[in-house]
């Protein structure tokens, strides 16, 4: 059986610089039958699905190493099938997002779904409490709380958020994964930011 040889990467892992053309030709070599130079592809990419799969599995998160490594093998064995509509890093989030989508079906339901009408017709916070918790909010980045905040919302918002605050995608690029409009990745992360910061906000009040 085949195996990747990828390492538990830290949450802050950059990615090596790299040509268009190289990944091209990486990607050549691969189709070719050439194993190692998949490596190169892991390694630009390896920081990105990290982070994305911490975020998207909630309390799941001791099993992110795991699914990235499932993810990367499907990504290998795919490759052949990869024709370059998309650009190779966007290929693999589908993958990822498809993939962590059906393990969270596969297990028990998360606890503290928000309720979709929750967090509906979402404006920007008028509240001094709400105001400071998205203050926090943006200012967190890979931290236990961001982590515990994020397990409390449904799949789809936590996505969106990490996408959104932690890769910094833009509206385009979240589309063009996801495959729906700039403005319905508007409005769905205008939705999940509501859901966060109501969270937030209960979590200081309990306190």
Not at 70 to 96: C, M, N, Q
Not at 126 to 134: I, N
Not at 141 to 152: C, G, K, M, N, V
């Amino acid at each position: 059986m085949f195996t990747l040889a990828i390492p538990a990467w830290g949450l802050g892992l950059l990615e090596t610089p790299h040509e268009e053309h190289e990944e091209s030709a990486w990607i050549k070599r691969c189709q070719n039958g050439d194993k190692d130079a998949f490596e190169p592809l892991v390694r630009q990419n390896a920081g990105k699905i990290q982070r994305l799969v911490w975020g998207m599995l909630g309390e799941r998160r001791e099993d992110t190493d795991d699914i990235v490594q499932e993810i990367f093998l499907k990504a290998y064995i795919s490759l052949p099938k990869f024709r370059g509509d998309a650009r190779f890093s966007t290929w693999v989030y589908r993958i990822a997002v498809n993939h962590c989508r059906d393990y969270l079906k596969r297990g028990a339901p998360l606890p503290l779904e928000l309720k979709e009408e929750q967090v509906a017709d979402a404006q920007p916070p008028e509240d001094k409490d709400e105001q400071d918790a998205l203050r926090e909010m943006q200012e967190m980045r890979a931290s236990d709380e961001l982590q515990r905040l994020l397990a409390q919302l449904p799949e789809k918002h936590r996505r969106i958020l990490v996408m959104r605050e932690l890769e910094g995608m833009s509206y385009d690029e979240i589309g063009e994964v996801l495959q729906i409009r700039p403005g319905t990745v508007r409005s769905r992360l205008n939705r999940a930011r509501a859901g966060i910061i109501r969270v937030a906000v209960r979590a200081r009040e309990a306190k």
